[in-house]
């Protein structure tokens, strides 16, 4: 697929794309030769979609978008040594780093969560001032 049918697919624009691949958080599609087209794979569109699900979900910055991919990459590579090695030891320090990045997210999440509940409860403030205003403007009129 090329690079507008992979932003398409994923709600983003080709510029996007680039820069992605640009900063490292998004692979390059590959050798490619002058003027040729980049071919991107199903597995570029499940990348891309993830790092836009999260840095719309959590409001990520660009350098925090690139530590959770780079702890995903790990979990991924984890993985693949589970199903390499039998030795319940390094099984063991397989999940022991899954979870300490598990962690690491949920801490994340609850940091964006106080300041989404800061940010509502500012709102709430704000619409009730202006529930009184209005409030008061009734009583003058009528």
């Known amino acids: 697929m090329r690079i507008g049918e992979l932003a398409r697919a994923t709600g983003t624009t080709p510029r996007t794309v680039r820069y992605y691949e640009e900063i490292g958080l998004l692979p390059g599609s ?5 003027g040729a087209h980049r071919e991107y794979t199903e597995a570029d569109v499940e990348r891309l979609g993830e790092l836009v699900r999260l840095k719309h979900l959590l409001g990520l910055s660009l350098d925090e978008l690139r530590e959770v991919m780079h702890g995903e990459d790990a979990r991924a590579q984890r993985r693949r040594e589970w199903h390499e090695t039998e030795d319940p030891v ?3 320090r ?10 690491g997210l949920l801490e994340l999440v609850r940091r ?6 800061a940010y509502e409860s500012e709102l709430r403030e704000r619409r009730a001032k202006h529930e009184r205003l209005l409030e008061s403007l009734r009583e003058t009129v009528s």
């Open 30 to 34: 590959g050798e490619r030769s002058a």
């Open 90 to 92: 390094e099984r063991r």
């Open 94 to 103: 397989l999940v022991e780093a899954g979870a300490a990045h598990a962690e």
């Open 112 to 117: 964006r969560q106080v300041d989404l509940e």
